[in-house]
């Protein structure tokens, strides 16, 4: 299984995406398996807390080029990048509190991964970074809308516009993590959480159907603005430029 889900307490979820030979990056029976695991989890009346983090040393290394590198099209190019969009989408707005644990790098639809949960907690060493700038394309899965509700329009521009690899340090000045700590005071941190009934009222009121839509319309957005650059001949030269070095 490239995504395995499991109970950490009675009322904590992990989900973990296990391809850690790959840097646990995307490919399409990872973004299945990851959506099919939110679905489960999102109809579990018992959990207050998902967190999600990677396998190894990396959390996720975005989406794998090896596997969609033969998209070519804007019209080729949706049929990954809309769905994983979807996959966001029930992220973004999961009933009760979501926690990304950035174990290691987290880059390009990594870092919208990261973006999409409440809360984002590090160790100490590793990267993020918003690079798809470097392929010429932009966030295709949501992320900017995401980053911006994360970390406000100035510092979004600037980590989606540089396409710079931050330290952990440097993104939590950002505001993006909010704190480097180990996996088990994560672990402790989630005992402070109340029960289930308490935290889906507090996530209805910070998400009102009609801030939904707003939120759902502007991802979209994103989503079609990164298929029609994916097609450009710039895009591709990227592509096989970075395929080539590995």
Known sequence: MKVIYQRRSDHVAEIIFNRPERKNAVDFDLMEQFRSALIKLQEDETITVLIIRGEGDAFCGGGDLGSFH???????????????????????????????????????????IASACDFRFAKGDGVVGFIQGNLHITTGWGGATLLKKRVGTENALLMLGTAKRWTMDEVEQLGFIRENISLKDLYEWTDHWKGQAVVKAYKNFFFTETEKEELFLAMDKEVDACASLWEKDEHHVAVQAFLNKK
């Open 70 to 112: 033969q998209l070519k099209t804007k019209e080729e190019a949706l049929t990954m990048l809309q769905p994983m969009c979807e996959v966001l989408k029930i992220l973004a707005t999961f009933p009760v509190v979501t926690v990304a644990y950035i174990n290691g790098s987290a880059v390009g639809g990594g870092a919208e």
